[in-house]
Structure formats: structure tokens, C-alpha cells
């Protein structure tokens, strides 16, 4: 068969991924906060966007203001001698001595600089600031404060040192090239820290933190609470206190206070200097009951009216399409793209974001009636098909996205759960489940805590259809222990 060439038609379609889809895609995932960055930066760049309600005509405001100015020449002078003649019938000296009461003499005001703002701004410190305000204020050698600072900065923020004494001794290569730390001259160091407020800090471990709390309260070397961290810890976590009193020769009764000495003690030394703020949410949607409706408002506060500028769409049209011109038409025509664009973009995600938010109050709307017991399995393709859209716009939409309803703020997330089967009635929400089972764990008798494998029957009987492995992965989701650790000794 011989090879050649032909032309041939061929008519097909399919989606292409033009720059304002993928503007679109972009901006529905965003949240506000990185939305409102967007269209600022937008604003800065593109001089044909402007921020505003409405468009005003500046040449006929102008015409105007000059119209009024000619027609009221009489009443703008008639106000300034009205206002002539009421600052004469104003005693100034009596009115200023009504702020120099008890001063005696002319008062004379000084004019100060006072500091910038920012200088007053301040945060609070935290444990490495506090700890680093302990080591200045010590007397110690300046090879010793060096050796300090280096410990402290290796703390992380419960106040446990990540680094070993060997790592401590090789970062003496790096202040002096092939002089390294002693191990001496570090545990001294360490020692100097450890002897800091918070008791505690510093330790490599659990154990060693606790130990040097111990030391810091005034306990005996020989109390029971030392013996039971020194000798039997790993029975201890274990809580076989049965086998810590066989292992130390004590009654199990006088472990019940050294449990409760251990429990006053604080697992993590530098919790109380953390300075983590919290973050507060601001929903996108609200939802609002009137009249026995539920009506969708969306959160637009913050996001800038965009328009198009009046005057460069004069600008464009006063251009001639030849000479010098050209490119200036042709950048204009190119920006007054890319603000439409955007403005298609945004208008089009708040429509998709309302869709999404009607079809999640319409299937949830038991929920929003009854509470949390009547939340519904959903997924995200039971939106999608609702609103005729793909599953991964739906995702999009309700990335890092916050509802606000009757019920209290809750991510848009939060309504999407699988279902479990049960024998009678439709399937019922995962969340119902973890919350029957969190019900059950808090009625428990605390001396004969529930195993998964009851939680599992106890569930069954209700005719939910459940496995034991469910059950366990739902319990440590809700963060509870095992019925082990659960279980009350004393």
C-alpha cells in the first residue's frame, strides 16, 4: 500500500480549558480572605476596573457643581456671615478656662513627639522569650550563655528539647570552626535551663519532665510518687496499677493519691506561655428562617463593587485604530477583557455558591429542624446531580467555605457524610452514629467501661448494621480511649 497525503474534515467537540474558566476554577475554591487579596491586587493592576455603586458621569457631576455654585452665590454668602457672626458670640476665654480649672497662670502647652505606633504594639512573650529573659537576668559565663541560648531555641513550644546532647555539642562547630562543645559544658548548660520557670521545661522526654517537677514541688527521693515514675512508667502508662503494687510491694489503695499527684502535674511545661490566638470564622453563607422559610443570604461584606471605568471606555472609543494609537487601543481593549472577565468570574461563583447552599438546605432541612439526630447521608454527588454540575465543582464549592444556620456555624463540609444501613427506616448519617456512641460511653458505669464489641450489639439492637472495626475507628475519631484505658481502678 502506497503512502500519501490528504486533507480531510473532521468535526468533534470537546472542552477546552480557556483562561477564563480556569480564572473561574481558580477563584471558586478560594475564601474570602484570599478573594479579597485577589481583586486588591486586581484593583492595583488593571486600570480599567474601579470600585464603586454606581457609575457616575464625572463631566455632568462637574457641570452641575459648577450650575448649583452660580445659582446659590447668595446662600453660600449668607452662610459664612451667619457663621461670622456666631463665632463673635462666642466668649473664648470662658469657654477655654472650663479646661483649666485649678490651674493658676496662663497655661502653656508643650509640644511633644510622641512615640510611633507601631512601638506600642506589642505581643505577649512566649516560652522562648521568657526563658531567654531568665538566662540574661543569671550570672553566668558568657561560653555558658552561648551554649544556653542554643538549648533554648532547640525547644519546641510544649517546652521539650528535640535535640541530643551529642547535636548540642557538634553546633559548637558552627560558632568556631572545628571547636566543638564538651559534654560537660553542655550538661552544665542543660542543668541551668532545666532550674528555669516553667518546671519541667527542657527534658528530652515525658518521664525526665515529671521527675524534675517533682524535684521543683520538694518531693522525698524515697516518696512512693517518685518510685512509681522511676521504676514501674511503663506500667504506669499502661495503667496496670495491679502490677505496679505487686512490682513496688504497696497496697493498691496507696496508689489512688500518688495517681492523683500525677495527674496535678503538667505533661506539657510550656502550654501556658503558648500565644496562639484564636481564629475567628466568618461565615460565607447565612441561613435564615422567615416565615417558616429558610432564605439563603450570602456574605458579599468586605468584597469590592467592581465596574468598569466610564472614562477609559470613552478613551477606547475617542482612539483611532491606526498610528501611535494602535497600541494604546489595543492594551485598553486587553485590560477591559480581563475586567470583564473577572467580573463574570466573581458573579458567576456567587451564583454557584447559593446553588450549592440551596440544595444543602433543601436535603438537610430535617436537620435544620429537629437538630443534629435528623442529619441525613449525603454525598457530594447527591448535590451534584441536584444541580446539574460536576462532583468537583460541589467540592470546590465547599472547600474552607462556613454555613451559618439556626443550629450554629458549621463547615459546608459538614453535611456530607456516608450512610450506614439499617434494618428498618432509610440509612442514617455516620455523624448519628459517633454521637450515639459518644452517648453511650458518657452512661457507662466508669468500673465496667463498654468494649467496641458491646458498643457494636448495643448499636445492632437499634438496627443499625455496623462492624466492630467501625465502631473502634468512630470511638478514636470522637478521641476516647479504649474501655482499658477507660476503666476506673479506684
Known amino acids: 500500500m502506497a503512502l500519501e497525503q490528504k486533507l480531510s474534515l473532521k468535526l468533534a467537540q470537546k472542552l477546552v480549558m ?23 491586587q486586581e484593583l492595583v493592576e488593571n486600570p480599567v476596573l474601579e470600585e464603586g455603586d454606581e457609575t457616575f458621569d464625572t463631566e455632568s457631576t462637574n457641570e452641575e457643581e459648577e450650575e448649583t455654585a452660580e445659582a446659590k452665590p447668595e446662600e453660600k454668602a449668607t452662610d459664612e456671615l451667619d457663621h461670622q457672626e456666631s463665632m463673635d458670640d462666642i466668649d473664648l476665654d470662658a469657654y477655654f478656662n472650663d479646661y483649666l480649672e485649678g490651674s493658676t497662670g496662663p497655661a502653656v502647652f508643650e509640644a511633644r513627639e510622641a512615640p510611633p505606633l507601631e ?4 505581643r505577649e512573650p512566649d516560652l522562648y522569650d521568657h526563658l531567654l529573659w531568665q538566662l540574661h537576668m543569671s550570672d553566668v559565663s558568657a561560653r555558658q550563655r552561648e551554649i544556653a541560648e542554643l538549648i533554648i531555641g532547640n525547644l519546641e513550644s510544649d517546652g521539650f528539647l528535640v535535640a541530643s546532647n551529642e547535636e548540642l555539642q557538634l553546633m559548637g562547630w558552627q560558632e568556631a570552626p572545628g571547636e566543638t562543645y564538651t559534654a560537660e559544658e553542655v550538661e552544665e548548660a542543660l542543668h541551668l535551663v532545666q532550674s528555669f520557670d516553667p518546671p519541667g521545661v527542657a527534658c528530652q522526654d515525658l518521664k525526665e519532665s515529671l521527675l524534675h517537677q517533682l524535684d521543683d514541688r520538694g518531693e522525698p527521693e524515697d516518696s512512693l510518687v517518685r518510685r512509681v515514675i522511676d521504676e ?18 504497696v497496697p493498691l489503695a496507696d496508689l489512688e493519691p500518688v495517681v492523683e499527684s500525677i495527674r496535678g502535674l503538667q505533661l506539657r511545661p510550656g502550654r501556658k506561655f503558648n500565644t496562639d490566638r484564636a481564629h475567628y470564622v466568618e461565615p460565607d453563607v447565612h441561613i435564615t428562617k422567615i416565615s417558616g422559610k429558610y432564605v439563603i443570604l450570602l456574605n458579599d461584606d468586605g468584597m469590592p463593587r467592581l465596574r468598569i471605568s466610564n472614562a477609559y471606555r470613552r478613551m477606547l472609543r475617542s482612539l483611532v485604530n491606526d498610528g ?18 473577572l467580573i463574570k468570574s466573581l458573579d458567576q461563583r456567587q451564583r454557584t455558591i447559593y446553588k450549592v447552599a440551596d440544595s444543602i438546605v433543601r436535603q438537610q432541612q430535617p436537620f435544620l429542624d429537629r437538630g443534629n439526630e435528623y442529619l441525613r447521608p449525603m454525598v457530594l454527588r447527591d448535590v451534584a446531580d441536584d444541580i446539574g454540575m460536576h462532583e468537583s465543582t460541589v467540592s470546590r464549592v465547599v472547600s474552607n467555605k462556613y454555613m451559618h444556620t439556626p443550629r450554629g456555624l458549621f463547615p459546608m463540609k459538614f453535611f456530607f457524610h456516608s450512610g450506614i444501613d439499617r434494618e428498618y427506616g432509610s440509612d442514617i448519617s455516620s455523624l448519628t452514629v459517633k454521637r450515639k456512641i ?13 468494649s467496641d464489641s458491646e458498643l457494636t450489639r448495643m448499636l445492632q439492637r ?7 472495626r467501625t465502631v473502634a475507628k468512630y470511638r478514636d475519631e470522637l478521641g476516647v480511649p479504649s474501655s482499658t484505658n477507660r476503666k476506673q481502678i479506684f
Open 18 to 40: 480557556t483562561p477564563s474558566l480556569q480564572q473561574a476554577i481558580k477563584l471558586l475554591q478560594m475564601t474570602r480572605m484570599e478573594l479579597q487579596t485577589v481583586v486588591a
Open 119 to 122: 512601638n506600642t504594639l506589642t
Open 232 to 249: 514501674a512508667w511503663d506500667l504506669f502508662l499502661k495503667r496496670q496499677f495491679q502490677q505496679i503494687a505487686r512490682k513496688l510491694e
Open 324 to 341: 501611535k494609537q494602535v497600541e494604546a487601543r489595543q492594551f485598553i481593549k486587553e485590560k477591559l477583557r480581563s475586567a470583564v472577565w
Open 438 to 450: 459518644q452517648h453511650f460511653i458518657q452512661e457507662e458505669d466508669p468500673k465496667r467501661p463498654l
Open 462 to 468: 437499634e438496627g443499625i448494621n455496623i462492624a466492630r
